[in-house]
């Protein structure tokens, strides 16, 4: 359809001069397509020029700038004239080679270290940040002070929007139970939240929610007890921002800006503790609960329950993220046991009354909102 | 001083003279950086890529040049990051808070405002894309752009696409169409606009097919599921019924996937021939002369050259999609080369972030 009628121009070298030297050359002035051909000079002390038959221009060696090779030809630019553009061959006499800049390939730093060597430097730098960014939530977690927490916590999820049930018997009873397993002057704030499911969690900010599902279908304060003790060994020994930390970076890294963080309690509520960390917390539990002479044995049988509605492995309950993210209830159960040693007599953790009061916190609160997700 | 480009020969105006082995001296080095700076190197070789395309590509008698860099891609995506990426992470943080202390309301409405600005930035961000692209992109020595920035086709771009799907769908080939012809007519090239005035009416028949392809695909349905069962009734049993209900369920799920994606690419084929022949410059005419089955044997061609080589075909994708582009992309008209000055146009500095960060293609 279409066809060009310019003559192209050919790369023959041309003759050597006397004290100068030249090489054919074609050159736009970036005012207009216009092409000019014509044959680059240059005198050995720096000096080059473009001559044509009608036009001459001056060019500073220092000016030019790299652009591409082409199959033929390579193409300069010009620093102070952005538009200008010059080809010449790819094969320069050296002296004139030696004064023009040199070829770039791949960007600056992987020319001047060459390719094997930056890839390998580049993978080694890479490894590092990728492992620094992978350990980052354990390291970095327990050191972020707490008072940072709080506010973050405040931040993402304030007072839950007053879906939190209160009554004064269901309060002083939850704190009764709280000061049991939680001994530090600066409590964590507990609550039973109006929604029903089997489950607990520990929000940034050092506040543990129970949710009304699991206060529900607890037999016994006792079972009550050993969820809200585990609870507040995440927040005392700093899983909660640990979890908050990795969530974080796994929503960078999957390039997710609207998950991770922004999910606020609905992403909380999935967030993953380690095995290692419920460990941990259980550990806590289990301590707590032995100085305050609470029975653990409220916490197997609660397991042992999970462990018989769940099939016991932790895998069978992707739904219930508490269980779920938990090591085995089974294996659970048995360490709650143990840490009775036989011994089945304890006094009871809080009165009937007390526990009745928590059972209808819920329902008894005229003021509590409903708990709904988009 | 000599005048003009005549373009009435037998050659077509654009011709691409790589080959996929110089190709790959580029991909290959590239897909090792990026992969060993976590994909920071993405940038440079976007850059490098276009760089060889662009220069095995004559136009008339002169090769074009990509000018743009890795630099300034890397601004574009940063410059997304903090202008756009921050707001709308801090926007979401702020609903979900107010959700979590029960303004479900009002968190809902910050959520919707973040859903709605994305659409906003998304036809924003095609205008740019192809700015950039025409700004950094020069034969000899001359290079286009636009006076505009894009913002007000951001707006155009939401009420057209809105229009468009607002009446079961029927008004999106006028949407698209009619965006396309505004998008095109802000751009120049060196000191001439491009025009554009495609009509909707040349790819409403072809939009139809999708309409159409409910009752088609039933059909189709109908007799890949049939010939499933008769399949398993011959193997025997109740086994082989079973398996043939199986291969019945294969071949409709097949069936409707590859009819409606010959549906989308047919209408795509029959879109690109109507927009790009309406799109002119200057005395230039310009025409896109793939088919359907043109498309359907690059995109067959694709999936082949990714699977055989596990993936690893991929990076040539970009080759692949730029010669077919150019192979089927021809001009016709006069060129005066001294009234062809360079383009006043601003350049931004940045490259196209916006439609890096959304995964869209510039055409």
Known sequence: ?374 | MQGSQDMEGSDSAFVFEGNWKDFARIALPNLLLTIVTLGIYRFWATARERRYLWSRTRFVDEHLEWAGTGMELLLGFVMVILLFGLPYFGLSFVAQALIARGYEAIGAGLGAIALISIFYLGGVARFRALRYRLSRTRWRSIRGGSDSGGFLFGLSYMWKTMVGWLPLGLLIPWSMTSLWNERWSKMSFGPFAFEADAEAGGVFARFLLFYLAPFVMFVGMLIMGGMGMLAGYGIGGDNGRAIGGIVGIIGIVLFFYLGLGLIAVAFYAKFYREVVGATRWRSLHFSFEASTMDWVKLLIGDALLVVFTLGLGFVFLSYRHWKFFMTHLEAGGEILLDELTQSQTRTAKHGEGLLDAFDMGAI
């Open chain 1, 1 to 374: 359809m279409a066809k060009a009628c310019s003559t192209l121009s050919t790369w023959a070298r041309s003759e050597l001069m006397d004290d100068a030297f030249e090489v054919p050359a074609e050159w736009y002035d970036g005012t207009n397509a216009l092409r000019h051909s014509g044959v680059l000079r240059w005198d050995g002390r720096g000096g080059l020029s473009l001559q044509a038959s009608s036009s001459r221009v001056e060019l500073n060696a220092a000016d030019l700038r790299f652009g591409e090779t082409r199959t033929d030809r390579t193409l300069y630019r010009s620093e102070s004239v952005p538009d200008f553009r010059l080809f010449l061959p790819n094969d320069l006499p050296p002296g004139l080679a030696s004064q023009l800049p040199g070829k770039s390939e791949y960007g600056a730093w992987v020319d001047k270290l060459g390719l094997g060597k930056a890839a390998a430097i580049f993978s080694a730098v890479s490894v590092a940040a990728v492992a620094l960014f992978m350990t980052a939530p354990d390291w970095l977690g327990p050191r972020i002070p707490a008072s940072w927490e709080r506010n973050i916590g405040e931040a993402m999820v304030g007072d839950f929007g007053g879906r939190i049930c209160h009554t004064p018997e269901g309060d002083a009873a939850l704190a009764k139970l709280l000061g049991k397993v939680d001994p530090a002057r600066e409590k964590v704030r507990a609550g039973i939240a109006n929604m029903d499911m089997v489950n607990a969690i520990a929000l940034p900010g050092g506040q543990v929610l129970l949710f009304d599902g699991l206060v529900q279908q607890a037999e016994s304060p006792e079972e009550l007890a050993g969820v809200l003790a585990h609870e507040v060994g995440h927040v005392r020994e700093r899983h909660v921002m640990t979890a908050l930390l990795r969530q974080f970076g796994l929503s960078v890294l999957l390039a997710g800006a609207d998950s991770g963080l922004t999910n606020g309690a609905v992403g909380l509520a999935s967030m993953g503790y380690s095995r290692d960390a419920e460990r941990e917390a259980d550990d806590y539990a289990r301590a707590r609960m032995a100085q305050s002479d609470i029975s653990p044995l409220g916490a197997a049988s609660f397991f042992e329950r999970m462990a018989k509605e769940h099939g016991g492995e932790d895998n069978s309950s992707a739904l219930l993220g508490w269980i779920a993210s938990h090591p085995s209830s089974n294996e659970r159960a048995k360490a709650y046991r143990d840490a009775a040693a036989g011994r089945t007599a304890y006094p009871p953790a809080i009165t009937d009354d007390e526990f009745e009061a928590l059972k209808t916190m819920c329902a008894d609160d005229p003021d509590v909102e409903e708990f709904e997700f988009f």
